[in-house]
């Protein structure tokens, strides 16, 4: 009869089998929570999945926020589109406005209550420089 001992699977004791060959633990005890273990194991994979769904989480939280960027762009972009379409008079002025007002108004006036100068020019009154610029031939000295 064989007398030699087994060691444990689970707790590593020196142990007599009652069933040999088939008996890996010491006891059921053992047998159980190193099934436990084992069972752990992937369950231990759930953890890091877990630790994964973490991720995705975050993942989905970027997502979100990047999401939240998008409509908020949208909303612009929908605001961008609105004010195309808002009535230029019911519209604050910008500066912007001023110079596309600037722009679309003549630059030179012709100035009538000045005599053209030496050379004949009229005197136009220059918008953007707010000065008086003679150029140009008067009319009235056409011959
Ligand atoms: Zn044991």
């Known amino acids: ?45 759930e953890v890091t999945t877990g630790n994964n769904t973490k991720t995705d989480k975050t993942k989905i939280e970027e997502m979100s926020i990047a999401g939240v960027a998008n409509s908020l762009g949208g909303n612009l972009a929908a605001q961008g589109l609105i004010s195309l379409f808002t009535k230029e008079e019911n519209k604050p002025a910008t500066k912007g406005d001023l110079l596309k007002l600037a722009a679309s108004l003549k630059r030179y006036h012709q100035v009538k209550n000045l005599p053209p100068n030496h050379l004949g020019q009229i005197p136009n009154f220059d918008l953007y420089k707010g000065e008086i610029v003679y150029f140009g031939l008067s009319l009235s000295f056409k011959n």
Do not use: A
């Open 1 to 45: 009869m064989e007398t030699r001992t087994y060691e444990c699977q689970y707790c590593r004791k020196d142990y007599v089998p009652k069933r040999r060959g088939v008996q890996k633990f010491c006891s059921n005890s053992c047998r159980v929570r190193s099934h436990q273990l084992k069972n752990k194991k992937p369950k231990g994979t």
